[in-house]
């Protein structure tokens, strides 16, 4: 008796469809994404090596894909990389951190905060949008945010009483980058309900925060001294700080254009 697939492929064929329009189908019934792409471009040496490679191309595609779907999911306001990125001495790193482990993304699995403090323009959010473009890519689920812009999400939510869904949210999210933290003062409903997220993240998820204010003047933002201090305990718990210096990038790129 002919095999039910074998007998398939032939009914295929005798429609018209080619040999690689089969493989096509099969791997759709597979759920192999690449293979049909892929299997004439590996060169074939033996059965174990040529099976061996068509299935780690497979996998390293599908990983390759993956990142750029978490990368969309994250809602990055740019497309800046590790690679675009000026590292120089404006940046003072803590002593149990530098760029090398910086890189490799340890502080998210161990579920620490990353805290880059200076003035605007010294390219805080650019590394941490780079930070989390390559957290994407590892696998990880990054969300962006302004704070500002969160503030806004948190209070409507809040009024119509879907707060508790926008919690949930984060449930499977590992790295939370919040940018720009201290531009804009928060209402005290807005900065009670940032406080609980975050009471939510602690010790749960890593975040990355930016701010052009040292954590002595974040009570001006937050305006109640207390829920500042909490808030910063949680924060700077397991956390490393990084200290930008130096005048703005953008305003030297425009002189350096005059």
Request: a positive charge.
């Amino acid at each position: 008796m002919i095999p039910s697939n074998l007998t398939m492929i032939r009914q295929l064929l005798r429609r018209g469809y080619n040999v690689s329009n089969v493989i096509k189908e099969k791997c759709k019934l597979l759920r192999l994404a690449y293979v049909a792409d892929l299997y004439e471009k590996i060169p074939f040496e033996s059965p174990e090596q040529y099976l061996k490679e068509l299935l780690q191309k497979e996998i390293e595609l599908r990983e390759i894909a993956k990142g750029e779907r978490l990368i969309k999911k994250a809602k990055f306001m740019n497309e800046k990389e590790l690679g675009d990125y000026q590292w120089g001495e404006h940046i003072h790193f803590p002593p149990n951190l530098d760029r090398e482990s910086l890189e490799t993304l340890t502080f998210i699995q161990q579920k620490q905060n990353l805290i880059l403090t200076g003035a605007p323009g010294t390219g805080k959010s650019h590394l941490s949008i780079a930070l989390g473009r390559r957290a994407c890519r590892n696998g990880y689920e990054v969300r962006f945010y302004r704070v500002a812009d969160l503030i806004e999400l948190l209070e409507k939510s809040w009024s119509e009483g879907r707060f508790q869904l926008i919690r949930n949210r984060f449930s499977k999210v590992d790295l939370i980058i919040l940018d720009e933290m201290g531009y804009v003062p928060f209402s005290k409903t807005g900065a009670e309900l940032l406080f609980q997220l975050i009471s939510d993240w602690y010790e749960q998820k890593s975040l990355i925060i930016t701010s052009n204010l040292e954590f002595s003047q974040w009570h001006k933002v937050f305006v109640d001294a207390r829920l500042t201090a909490a808030l910063v305990d949680r924060v700077i718990h397991h956390a490393h700080i990084l200290s930008f210096i130096g005048d703005s990038y953008r305003v030297k790129y425009a002189l350096s254009n005059r």
